[in-house]
């Protein structure tokens, strides 16, 4: 998360500049390939003085992971509030979760690495992000056919995967396509033709009937 002070905003406090830059060096590197020492010289502080906000360096994961859960999880949340739980409302989460990659690609990132090397707390993010999504039909206050023929073949599940993976992929992946494109893939016109895509491919799942 890149930092931004204008002239009207109070200085970030230390704790939240520990966070940002830790939160980039994890989205960088990983878990394991980051040192406290790192995120001490990327903050400007010494190393001694991170045990003054963090007691140690999965401590301080679990604080990055959090904010990042708190915030990548309101579409989720919203979703579950609807009085009514249709097709649209899952395409609205899909896309609401698509521009929040787009503004923050760190937690993609993060997670990548997680998947690949390792790291505190990964099914903790799991199930806060996507297991009410993983439940068949039936379940609690996800009820509805909202996957079609997917949900009746007991294939809910791997249609969330898939669309993660689709969502989370692009994040990572799409700077090497960038020249293919012929534009940055975070940029507004990317980012109107992903969800474009990501509705045709949502609107055929929900169409198929399994013929």
């Known amino acids: ?88 409302h899952v395409i609205e989460w899909v896309e609401a979760i698509v521009r929040q990659h787009h503004a923050n690609p760190n937690l993609a990132k993060l997670l990548q690495h997680a998947a690949l090397s390792g790291g505190p707390h990964t099914n903790e993010i799991i199930e806060r992000l996507f297991s009410p999504m993983f439940r068949a039909p039936g379940d609690e206050a996800m009820d509805g056919d909202y996957f079609g023929h997917l949900s009746r073949l007991g294939l809910q599940p791997w249609a969330v995967m898939a669309f993660n993976n689709l969502v989370m992929s692009y994040v990572t992946m799409a700077p090497m396509y960038r020249d293919l494109l012929g534009q940055d893939p975070f940029s507004d016109e990317a ?11 949502l609107k055929s799942v929900f169409a198929y009937r399994g013929e």
Do not use: C, W
């Not at 980012?191 to 491919?201: E, G, H, V």
């Open 191 to 201: 980012l109107a033709q992903q969800l474009t895509l990501i509705r045709t491919l």
């Open 1 to 88: 998360m890149t930092e931004s002070i204008s002239q009207n905003t109070a200085p970030l406090r230390t704790s939240e500049r520990i966070l940002d830059a830790a939160e980039d060096l994890f989205a960088q590197k990983g878990y394991a390939a980051t040192s406290l020492g790192e995120v001490a010289d990327r903050v400007g502080i010494r190393s001694p003085s991170l045990y003054n906000h963090f007691r140690n360096k999965e401590a301080l994961y679990e604080a990055v992971l959090e904010r990042l859960l708190e915030e990548f999880g309101r579409p989720l949340q919203a979703l579950q509030s609807a009085q009514a739980l249709d097709q649209e």
